[in-house]
């Protein structure tokens, strides 16, 4: 899968990771645990996201800015509708106007995709037990096959046939992997739900985002089911749906807060500054009561008439 030596770097970069976790683990936990491996698997994960926070950051302020301009690109779009080129370059100088560009929303995101594919590759290789895989040798390819969760093989897929060649029941690998592939799949409903109160209710992916919360859960769930995906890869497959979600709903999660003194919206300062938000009230200081001296006596003090 992916075996192109272009990408060995990649590969090796990845395995490296996980070989440190590992390491980590193993003098925790024996390095035979199938614990071991299995948090060495999810703290893999754990460690590529956390690298891509910035460029995913990146991604939602490109697409937020953008989402701000889709009123003034319409009006742009409708009025050089017979001048493409025009359009094109008027476009562009909003774009850079305000930080952003086309690319800007799509470039962190296919950053994001040789990485996944690079640790999909590195999970999916522990295969033959007399071969290393990248920055694993023979003998620690050996100790991952061999290596149980809840008495199940970390290779072992629900599909798999012959599964009493290695020790266990179709029912027990089952146990293990359906809670996984439940739990990942309502992960995924819940992030494309999330993303779909993000999409504009007149953007062109509406449409097609409307099915997603249905068919993204529905292909984890019949690739769980009936193709080679092992606990491994279903580990991998949670642990990113969760920390999706998660990240998901930290960032894209509307803010109520009440605006404060000082803390205009853009919109409102574009349109008009401070006259925008309404007229500003004036608050006009209250006279000081004039205080009358007393005499010592107690008497008021009389005025004298000229």
């Excluded at 302020?61 to 953008?66: D, E, F, G, K, T």
């Excluded at 925008?276 to 008021?300: E, I, Y």
């Amino acid at each position: 899968m992916f075996d192109i030596a272009l990408f060995d770097p990649l590969y090796f970069a990845v395995s490296g990771v996980m070989w440190c976790w590992h390491q980590l683990f193993g003098f925790l936990l024996g390095p035979a645990s199938g614990a071991a491996w299995a948090l060495s698997v999810v703290f893999l994960v754990l460690t590529l996201r956390a690298l891509l926070i910035r460029p995913f950051l990146a991604q939602v302020r490109s697409a937020r800015v953008m989402r701000e301009l889709a009123p003034q690109l319409a009006d742009l779009r409708a009025r050089h509708a017979d001048d493409p080129a025009r359009l094109l370059r008027e476009s562009n100088v909003l774009q850079r106007a305000h930080g952003v560009s086309a690319a800007s929303t799509l470039l962190p995101a296919l950053l994001q995709v040789p990485v996944f594919f690079g640790l999909l590759h590195v999970l999916t290789s522990f295969k033959d037990a007399a071969r290393a895989n990248y920055a694993f040798g023979a003998d620690e390819v050996r100790s991952f096959l061999e290596a149980r969760l809840f008495e199940v093989p970390l290779s072992a897929y629900l599909s798999m046939p012959h599964l009493d060649a290695v020790g266990v029941e179709r029912w027990e690998v089952a146990v293990v992997t359906v809670p996984l592939i439940l739990l990942a799949a309502l992960a995924t409903h819940l992030t494309a739900r999330l993303s779909l109160r993000q999409q504009p209710a007149d953007s062109p992916l509406a449409g097609i985002m409307r099915w997603a919360p249905w068919v993204f859960p529905l292909g984890v769930l019949v690739g769980g089911a009936f193709f080679p995906f092992p606990v491994a890869i279903l580990l991998y497959w949670l642990t990113n749906s969760a920390w999706t979600l998660v990240q998901q709903w930290l960032v894209l999660r509307p803010d109520r807060r009440p605006l404060q003194q000082g803390h205009l919206p853009a919109t409102a300062l574009q349109e008009g500054g401070l006259a925008a938000t309404g007229p500003a009230t004036r608050t006009v200081p209250r006279p000081r009561a004039r205080v009358q001296r007393r005499h010592s006596s107690g008497h008021r003090r009389s005025r004298r008439r000229r």
